[in-house]
């Protein structure tokens, strides 16, 4: 049995602990938002939140997760400032790829809330688009990250 | 029932003069489509309205990113005098009524869905609220002068003081025929189309909740993986699945006219199952079998004589002017979209449910029936968000193969590819070669313009298939398959982009080579235009330096004053400072027409190490008019990284009949770090709207190599670019 917290509850599940993250959040859990892609962490499309950090649940075996917090698209709950910015920037466009872009723009910003385009451009390459969304992203994220640097105060993050 | 067949067919048949509101009954037995409750007012097959106002839209084309659904919505909200977003939208099922009105199939492609609905969808939204206003007329005794259409309500013109919503008016509006054949309103009345910038998907797309094939799970759903002869000509000659049988949550393990399909509690004990079966394929047959031999038969044939004539314009320019030539490669390529196909089926005692993002739900149905020997009526499609579609999604390969998995099975099941099957099992666009030489005089005059084209014809695999699902199901595949075979002398697929060569040089010859080969082939966004632009405009470039032209004054030089190539020419140069590069950056330049719109494109690049680095990407677009600016510049720009992705890294090799690579770490794509500057201008027009979802991507290539040319002087006559 593995026992972690997600998007704040608690949760356990009796199956390998070799299963990568993303089958048990996709196929056990229910939580389809989060996406695959690769299966090799090339791609980003899994991309979630361990303890904080973006990782990549596709090559995460569940064992890693024990006792720790996981957080997906559906944890950010929709009125996260990233995902304001991409409904507001019209950013996707089939959308496959932006729970996981969201979710390694969110650790991004956790870790350094006023980025510039070139961190963006450096943090987010792991994180593919075929459609080719890239400028909306980077816009998106510069939008929050000028808001967090004006208004440290909001989130208590600065 | 409120609106009775003989109603629904008498609208059909008013409609059907010079505004078809998109009906196309296909065939007698084809009942009328009468979706939603008895009580809706449902004025055509695109639109009903509930009677509490709930305004629902079928969506008849497929959402793959190209916001086919925005833009849909937006057209029957301006006529509907709506707020778009207030508008419900669903995936259209497979009927006659939702037909492409050109291709007749319920396909999305050739960029075709706004050009083709333009007209029908805005007739929708006129219809119904011209009918809602007939009931506001019935019920409050005023005049049609009156009365006026107002964010979802009927108001009286004059003092607003009568306002009925038009959900009040639904029990009255569905006992009317439908008021057909109105009046549109023109440019300047329009307050949606050309101004709307909201996507109506984005929020659904930005907190997970939108629903893409590979989240559907019916209840009791398995999941299945299935392994496939790596070589694509083979059939499973034997297996032993006795220790994946054995693999916690495995269910079955069988092998299907596919592959062996390996069925589990879920995708992770799936494919650690697979891994444990031992499965012998039938040997490959004997043939073109690797990308050497290809492109060697290739080669032989640009040497030898055998080409169809596609366009023959004999010139009378002198004859002593330098002969210049060339030739030029590209390579077979993935669509590799982010979510890999994928297909779950559910058999019914009729036949069967698919759930499956799909840009061709009725050649899907059609593949499904086949399979179970139904009727196609004994099919559902339920058509849900694509991760991606490029072309890829227009096959319906994983449709046959999840159906033909539940077949035996008998439970539900969701089939998934991994995406080493996605990019060793594609619908490749082709490898092509080709070769043009041209006479160049000493004024810069161009004269004798030679261009051959050597490759396998996607048409001749691809026509029959779609034929199959277009034709009654009584006729032979033999009879379709002949059809492809006549469309591939001269595949228009092959030679589109080459054959409407926009420059006015004397004398235009352009001929084709069919050379078959036992791979997989598909349209590729862009599709033929993807590698012809590349060619021709590589050497166009080729000839304005042999000419001692700037690349701009010498496509001037030989395009109509009123060419709309040069008016995007003009627009891009003026863009990108052409001539004015800042120190230390180069620029290409590159024009080309598809799907009825034309886009110029300039690169700029700057060396790093000797090699190009992408700075910035302008863009002019003709598209007629706009509906959603917005997203034509994503479109654009989608199109162009696309492009790049392609001409940067793309390239699908054979070995022993088998594809090399595997992920994306050997067919990479470009990335958020690597992505240039882009800007995107929108040409103003009030012409009929064009395509804007393939017409990004033809020109980036070859902007990209002249851009190479003018920083090292070295001409990249291949695809991917050598850049060693």
Same mark, same amino acid.
Not at chain 2, 67 to 86: F, K, N
Not at chain 2, 277 to 299: K, Q
Not at chain 2, 399 to 427: F, G, N, Q, Y
Not at chain 2, 443 to 455: L, Q
């Given at each position: 049995m593995v026992a972690f917290t997600l998007n704040g509850g608690d949760v356990s599940l009796e199956i390998d602990p070799q299963t990568p993250l993303l089958w048990a959040l996709r196929d056990n859990l229910g939580l389809t938002g989060t996406k695959f892609g690769c299966g090799m962490g090339l791609c980003g499309a899994c991309t979630v939140h361990l303890d904080g950090a973006a990782v990549r649940s596709?090559?995460?075996?569940? %064992? +890693?997760? $024990?006792?720790? %917090?996981?957080?997906t698209i559906e944890g950010l709950g929709g009125e996260h400032p990233l995902q304001r910015a991409w409904v507001e920037h019209n950013v996707p466009q089939c959308g496959y790829c932006q729970s996981g872009q969201i979710m390694s723009a969110a650790a991004l910003l956790a870790a350094n809330p006023a980025p510039d385009e070139a961190n963006i451009r450096q943090a987010m390459a792991g994180n593919l688009c075929r459609c080719g969304t890239y400028h909306k992203v980077q816009r998106a994220i510069l939008s929050v990250a +000028?808001? $967090?640097?004006?208004?440290?105060?909001?989130?208590?993050? +600065? | 029932m409120n609106l009775t067949r003989r109603q629904f067919i008498r609208n059909v048949s008013v409609a059907g003069g010079a505004l078809t509101l998109g009906f196309q009954l296909t065939g007698c037995s084809e009942e009328p489509l009468l979706l939603g409750s008895e009580t809706d007012f449902r004025p055509n097959a695109f639109l009903r309205i509930d009677t509490d106002g709930t305004v629902t839209l079928q969506i @008849?084309?497929?959402?793959?990113?190209?916001? /086919? *659904?925005?833009?849909?919505?937006?057209? *029957?909200? =301006? =006529? !509907?005098? !709506?707020? @778009?977003?207030?508008?419900?939208?669903?995936?259209?099922? *497979?009927?006659?009524?939702?037909?492409? @009105?050109?291709m007749r199939l319920q396909i999305t492609g050739g960029s075709a869905s706004i050009r083709v609905y333009?007209?029908? !969808?805005?007739?929708?939204?006129?219809s119904a609220r011209e009918t809602l206003i007939v009931a506001a007329m019935n019920q409050t005794g005023l005049a049609r002068d009156a009365l006026q259409a107002r964010d979802g309500s009927v108001i009286s013109r004059r003092d607003g003081a009568v306002r009925i919503a038009y959900g009040e008016l639904v029990p009255v509006a569905r006992t009317l025929p439908a008021v057909t054949g109105v009046m549109l309103k023109p440019a300047s009345e329009q307050r949606l189309v050309g101004h709307y910038e909201q996507r109506v998907d984005a929020e659904a797309k930005s907190n997970g909740t939108a629903q893409f094939g590979i989240d559907v799970a019916p209840e009791g759903c398995l999941t299945a993986v299935l392994l496939r002869c790596p070589w694509f000509d083979g059939a499973v000659e034997s297996f032993d699945a006795a220790a994946a049988s054995e693999m916690p949550g495995v269910e079955a393990v069988f092998a299907t006219e596919h592959g062996v399909a390996v069925v589990a509690d879920g995708y992770w004990p799936a494919r650690q199952a697979a891994a444990k079966v031992d499965v012998r394929f039938t040997p490959p047959a004997e043939g073109l079998r690797d990308s050497g031999a290809i492109a060697r038969a290739m080669a032989a044939a640009l040497d030898g004589d055998d080409f169809a004539s596609v366009r023959d314009e004999p010139g009378s320019g002198p004859e002593d002017g330098t002969l210049v030539e060339a030739r030029y490669e590209v390579p077979f390529l993935a669509h590799a979209p982010m979510e890999p196909l994928n297909a779950t089926c559910r058999l019914t005692a009729s036949g069967c449910e698919v759930w499956v993002g799909t840009q061709a739900p009725d050649v899907a149905r059609d593949a499904a029936s086949r399979v179970l020997g139904v009727p196609r009526e004994a099919v559902v499609i339920h058509n849900q968000? !694509?991760?991606?579609?490029?072309?890829?999604?227009?096959a319906a390969d994983n449709v046959a193969e999840v159906v033909a998995i539940a077949r035996e099975l008998k439970r539900p099941v969701k089939l998934v590819w991994s995406r080493e099957d996605d990019i060793r099992h594609d619908w490749y666009r082709p490898a092509m070669a080709g070769q043009i030489q041209a006479r160049v005089g000493a004024g810069g005059e161009v004269s004798h313009w030679r261009h051959r084209i050597v490759g396998p014809s996607i048409n001749q695999q691809v026509l029959p298939k779609l034929a199959g699902s277009m034709l009654p199901q009584w006729v032979p595949a033999g009879a379709t398959a002949l059809a492809g075979k006549l469309a591939a002398g001269k595949d228009f697929a092959s030679v589109e982009g080459a054959k409407e060569l926009p420059y006015n040089f004397a004398g235009i010859n352009v001929e084709y080579h069919n050379l078959p080969v036992p791979v997989p082939l598909g349209y590729w966004r862009s599709v033929g235009h993807s590698h012809t632009a590349f060619v021709v405009e590589s050497f166009v470039d080729e000839l304005a330096h042999r000419a001692g032209l700037c690349p701009l004054a010498f496509r001037r030089r030989y395009l109509a004053e009123d060419a709309p190539a040069r008016r995007v020419l003009d627009a891009v140069a003026e863009a990108a400072n052409w001539g004015k590069a800042p120190p230390g950056r180069f620029q290409g330049l590159a024009v080309h027409a598809?799907?009825?719109?034309?886009?110029?494109? *300039?690169? =700029? /690049?700057?060396? =790093?190490?000797g090699k190009p680095r992408l700075e910035h990407v302008y863009c002019a677009v003709d598209c007629g008019q706009v509906?959603? @600016?917005?997203?034509?510049?994503?479109?654009? /720009?989608?199109? /162009?990284?696309?492009?790049?992705?392609?001409a940067l890294y793309g390239e699908i090799t054979l070995k022993d009949g088998a594809v090399e690579q595997g992920n994306y770490h050997d067919y990479p794509v470009l990335r958020q770090n690597e992505v240039p500057a882009m800007t995107v201008v929108l040409i103003d027009s009030d012409a009929p709207p064009t395509g804007v979802g393939e017409p990004g991507t033809p020109p980036a290539a070859p902007a990209l190599a002249n851009a190479i040319f003018a920083a090292t002087g070295v001409r990249q006559r291949r695809l991917p670019l050598q850049l060693s």
């Amino acid at each position: 049995m593995v026992a972690f917290t997600l998007n704040g509850g608690d949760v356990s599940l009796e199956i390998d602990p070799q299963t990568p993250l993303l089958w048990a959040l996709r196929d056990n859990l229910g939580l389809t938002g989060t996406k695959f892609g690769c299966g090799m962490g090339l791609c980003g499309a899994c991309t979630v939140h361990l303890d904080g950090a973006a990782v990549r649940s596709c090559s995460l075996p569940l %064992a +890693a997760v $024990a006792g720790k %917090a996981v957080t997906t698209i559906e944890g950010l709950g929709g009125e996260h400032p990233l995902q304001r910015a991409w409904v507001e920037h019209n950013v996707p466009q089939c959308g496959y790829c932006q729970s996981g872009q969201i979710m390694s723009a969110a650790a991004l910003l956790a870790a350094n809330p006023a980025p510039d385009e070139a961190n963006i451009r450096q943090a987010m390459a792991g994180n593919l688009c075929r459609c080719g969304t890239y400028h909306k992203v980077q816009r998106a994220i510069l939008s929050v990250a +000028a808001v $967090a640097h004006w208004e440290p105060a909001v989130e208590g993050e +600065a | 029932m409120n609106l009775t067949r003989r109603q629904f067919i008498r609208n059909v048949s008013v409609a059907g003069g010079a505004l078809t509101l998109g009906f196309q009954l296909t065939g007698c037995s084809e009942e009328p489509l009468l979706l939603g409750s008895e009580t809706d007012f449902r004025p055509n097959a695109f639109l009903r309205i509930d009677t509490d106002g709930t305004v629902t839209l079928q969506i @008849p084309k497929a959402e793959m990113g190209q916001g /086919i *659904v925005t833009g849909m919505v937006t057209l *029957v909200a =301006e =006529e !509907l005098e !709506l707020d @778009p977003a207030a508008i419900r939208y669903e995936m259209a099922p *497979v009927h006659g009524a939702f037909a492409d @009105p050109e291709m007749r199939l319920q396909i999305t492609g050739g960029s075709a869905s706004i050009r083709v609905y333009y007209d029908i !969808l805005r007739q929708v939204g006129a219809s119904a609220r011209e009918t809602l206003i007939v009931a506001a007329m019935n019920q409050t005794g005023l005049a049609r002068d009156a009365l006026q259409a107002r964010d979802g309500s009927v108001i009286s013109r004059r003092d607003g003081a009568v306002r009925i919503a038009y959900g009040e008016l639904v029990p009255v509006a569905r006992t009317l025929p439908a008021v057909t054949g109105v009046m549109l309103k023109p440019a300047s009345e329009q307050r949606l189309v050309g101004h709307y910038e909201q996507r109506v998907d984005a929020e659904a797309k930005s907190n997970g909740t939108a629903q893409f094939g590979i989240d559907v799970a019916p209840e009791g759903c398995l999941t299945a993986v299935l392994l496939r002869c790596p070589w694509f000509d083979g059939a499973v000659e034997s297996f032993d699945a006795a220790a994946a049988s054995e693999m916690p949550g495995v269910e079955a393990v069988f092998a299907t006219e596919h592959g062996v399909a390996v069925v589990a509690d879920g995708y992770w004990p799936a494919r650690q199952a697979a891994a444990k079966v031992d499965v012998r394929f039938t040997p490959p047959a004997e043939g073109l079998r690797d990308s050497g031999a290809i492109a060697r038969a290739m080669a032989a044939a640009l040497d030898g004589d055998d080409f169809a004539s596609v366009r023959d314009e004999p010139g009378s320019g002198p004859e002593d002017g330098t002969l210049v030539e060339a030739r030029y490669e590209v390579p077979f390529l993935a669509h590799a979209p982010m979510e890999p196909l994928n297909a779950t089926c559910r058999l019914t005692a009729s036949g069967c449910e698919v759930w499956v993002g799909t840009q061709a739900p009725d050649v899907a149905r059609d593949a499904a029936s086949r399979v179970l020997g139904v009727p196609r009526e004994a099919v559902v499609i339920h058509n849900q968000f !694509l991760g991606g579609g490029f072309g890829r999604r227009a096959a319906a390969d994983n449709v046959a193969e999840v159906v033909a998995i539940a077949r035996e099975l008998k439970r539900p099941v969701k089939l998934v590819w991994s995406r080493e099957d996605d990019i060793r099992h594609d619908w490749y666009r082709p490898a092509m070669a080709g070769q043009i030489q041209a006479r160049v005089g000493a004024g810069g005059e161009v004269s004798h313009w030679r261009h051959r084209i050597v490759g396998p014809s996607i048409n001749q695999q691809v026509l029959p298939k779609l034929a199959g699902s277009m034709l009654p199901q009584w006729v032979p595949a033999g009879a379709t398959a002949l059809a492809g075979k006549l469309a591939a002398g001269k595949d228009f697929a092959s030679v589109e982009g080459a054959k409407e060569l926009p420059y006015n040089f004397a004398g235009i010859n352009v001929e084709y080579h069919n050379l078959p080969v036992p791979v997989p082939l598909g349209y590729w966004r862009s599709v033929g235009h993807s590698h012809t632009a590349f060619v021709v405009e590589s050497f166009v470039d080729e000839l304005a330096h042999r000419a001692g032209l700037c690349p701009l004054a010498f496509r001037r030089r030989y395009l109509a004053e009123d060419a709309p190539a040069r008016r995007v020419l003009d627009a891009v140069a003026e863009a990108a400072n052409w001539g004015k590069a800042p120190p230390g950056r180069f620029q290409g330049l590159a024009v080309h027409a598809s799907f009825h719109s034309v886009v110029a494109e *300039v690169v =700029e /690049i700057s060396l =790093e190490d000797g090699k190009p680095r992408l700075e910035h990407v302008y863009c002019a677009v003709d598209c007629g008019q706009v509906i959603n @600016p917005d997203i034509v510049r994503d479109q654009m /720009i989608g199109g /162009i990284v696309f492009a790049l992705s392609a001409a940067l890294y793309g390239e699908i090799t054979l070995k022993d009949g088998a594809v090399e690579q595997g992920n994306y770490h050997d067919y990479p794509v470009l990335r958020q770090n690597e992505v240039p500057a882009m800007t995107v201008v929108l040409i103003d027009s009030d012409a009929p709207p064009t395509g804007v979802g393939e017409p990004g991507t033809p020109p980036a290539a070859p902007a990209l190599a002249n851009a190479i040319f003018a920083a090292t002087g070295v001409r990249q006559r291949r695809l991917p670019l050598q850049l060693s």
